[in-house]
T-cell receptor, first 119, second 112 residues
């Protein structure tokens, strides 16, 4: 196991409510990612982080925000959930260390996923 | 048009068969190619990693890259029921996993 924990693993919520998903790593890796996986689309990058307080947008970032106040935690927030955000969300870390300037090899280690249903 | 195309299947074969999984891509800048395996209700795990063209073998698995045809393949020899999973190809142009582009995955079932 790559030492990645996602919580909650399952959540059902209603349209318009805020939702926060948490990713916790014990590997001290600098890079962390949030993906969503949907039938017909595969894995799509939402946001990623390359260090504490350093984040950037991915392919499908609209409606999502992220925060990283500690190396080990990366939070994904849906400010006002919509039915189109029903999906399985995966957190991933990249095989690099928390040292600035360390190269990002690009290989990803994924968490178990968080299944979100927005009614 | 998607940058990476992968037939979603499902693909069902008998145990012991040779399996061929494929992806095509449109961007000739891709240099790094990966195959991930994803069991049901689990996260993907890296199976094979290849840089540029050529073959790479690991046990029963062989990854093949043909950059001239913009085509990558994963072969599984002597397939086992435990190989039943979704296989996702992924590729990127340079350093950084944030540049990874995934195929949509092929669901494979190996029948005993």
């Amino acid at each position: 196991d790559a030492g990645i924990t996602q919580s909650p693993r399952h959540k059902v919520t209603e349209t318009g409510t805020p939702v926060t998903l948490r990713c916790h790593q014990t590997e001290n890796h600098r890079y962390m990612y949030w993906y969503r996986q949907d039938p017909g689309h595969g894995l799509r990058l939402i946001h990623y982080s390359y260090g504490v307080k350093d984040t950037d947008k991915g392919e499908v970032s609209d409606g999502y925000s992220v925060s990283r106040s500690k190396t080990e935690d990366f939070l994904l927030t849906l400010e006002s959930a919509t039915s189109s955000q029903t999906s399985v969300y995966f957190c991933a870390i990249s095989a690099s260390t928390a040292v600035k300037g360390a190269s990002n090899t690009g290989e990803l280690f994924f968490g178990e996923g968080s299944r979100l249903t927005v009614l | 048009q998607k940058e990476v195309e992968q037939d979603p299947g499902p693909l069902s074969v008998p145990e012991g068969a040779i399996v061929s999984l494929n992806c095509t891509y449109s961007n000739s800048a891709f240099q790094y190619f990966m195959w991930y395996r994803q069991y049901s209700r689990k996260g993907p795990e890296l199976l094979m990693y290849t840089y540029s063209s050529g073959n790479k073998e690991d046990g029963r698995f062989t990854a093949q890259v043909d950059k001239s045809s913009k085509y990558i393949s994963l072969f599984i020899r002597d397939s086992q029921p435990s190989d039943s999973a979704t296989y996702l190809c992924a590729m990127r142009k340079g350093q950084g996993a944030q540049k990874l582009v995934f195929g949509q995955g092929t669901r494979l079932t190996i029948n005993p």
